[in-house]
Each structure stands twice: as structure tokens, then as C-alpha cells.
């Protein structure tokens, strides 16, 4: 399990560290380039991936494995559960103390976005309305833990069936 904490580790910094590069630069304040945030998704596959075939190599004998595939879902979750006690905490960090006007900027990107795909003045202050009452670093934050054990339990598993085969 040691490994599965690590690579855990390994995805929670590196998507608290993405986050801290897409503030800094104000790629989140952009209408376009904010989408580049789901890059993280990418992170969290290739560590969840590199994490269950280390553990899977450290565990065989011969080149065959000696974990069942529910033995490789749970190291997959370990992981994925450590990455995401990680991310909700840097998220609440986020936007609360790195930047504490996040939503309202971020607001202001989709105000954009709305308005180029033709929305009214009253209608997107009704979406925008609507939008906010989700904008609080609580529920960002459990949106993203939850997004990540999504991610992790189907990453999981398929990854598992993967190495499970060989």
C-alpha cells in the first residue's frame, strides 16, 4: 500500500501544483484557456496507471501476479482517496487564501462565454445567479474530491483488467 499512498501523493501535488499554475498565469480568468484545467485528468490517469503497474510488478513472482483484481481496484482507490484528500484541501487553499476573488473572476470568463454565444444581459445574470449557489471553496473543493474518485474508480478499473490479464 506503500506505493499507492505514494503515487496518491504523487497526483494530489500535482494537480494542487497545476491549479497554482493555471492562478498564476490567469489561464482561469480566460475564457479558452481555462478549459486547459482538465489537464488534470490526464495527471491523475498516467499516476493512477504508473501506480497500479509498479504495485503489480512488486507484487509478482515469475511475471505472474499474485493480487486479484479487486487487490488492484483497492490500490487504485488508496490512491486515488489519498490524491483526493489532497486536492480538496489545496482547492480550499485556492480560493481562499491564494485567491480569494476566484469566483467572482472566474464569473467574468463566463459572462464572456455567454455573451459571444449570444445570451441576453438578463439571461446570463440568471445563469450566473444559478451558478453561484455551487461558488463556495467548500463545494469547489468536494466537487473536485468527488470528480476524482470518479475518475479513480474508473481508471481503477480499467487499468486493473489490464494488468490482470498479463
Do not use: C, H
Not at 45 to 69: A, C, D, F, P, Q
Amino acid at each position: 500500500m506503500k506505493t499507492a499512498i505514494k503515487f496518491g501523493i504523487y497526483t494530489g501535488v500535482s494537480v494542487a501544483l497545476w491549479t497554482i499554475i493555471m492562478g498564476l498565469t490567469g489561464w482561469f480568468k480566460d475564457p479558452v484557456l481555462l478549459n486547459l484545467f482538465w489537464v488534470v485528468i490526464v495527471f491523475q490517469l498516467v499516476l493512477l496507471y504508473l501506480g497500479i503497474r509498479i504495485y503489480s510488478k512488486e507484487n509478482s513472482v515469475n511475471g505472474e501476479l499474485i493480487k486479484t483484481y479487486s487487490d488492484l481496484i483497492k490500490v487504485g482507490l488508496i490512491l486515488t482517496l489519498t490524491a483526493g484528500v489532497i486536492i480538496f484541501l489545496s482547492s480550499i487553499f485556492f480560493t481562499t487564501v491564494l485567491y480569494p476573488n476566484y469566483f467572482d473572476e472566474i464569473n467574468e470568463a463566463y459572462r464572456q462565454i455567454l455573451a459571444e454565444t449570444g445570451k441576453s444581459e438578463s439571461e446570463i445574470e440568471i445563469l450566473l445567479i444559478e451558478n453561484s449557489k455551487t461558488q463556495t471553496p467548500f463545494f469547489q473543493a468536494f466537487f473536485g474530491f468527488i470528480g476524482t474518485i470518479l475518475t479513480g474508480l474508473l481508471g481503477s478499473s480499467i487499468f486493473a483488467a489490464i494488468f490482470r490479464k498479463r
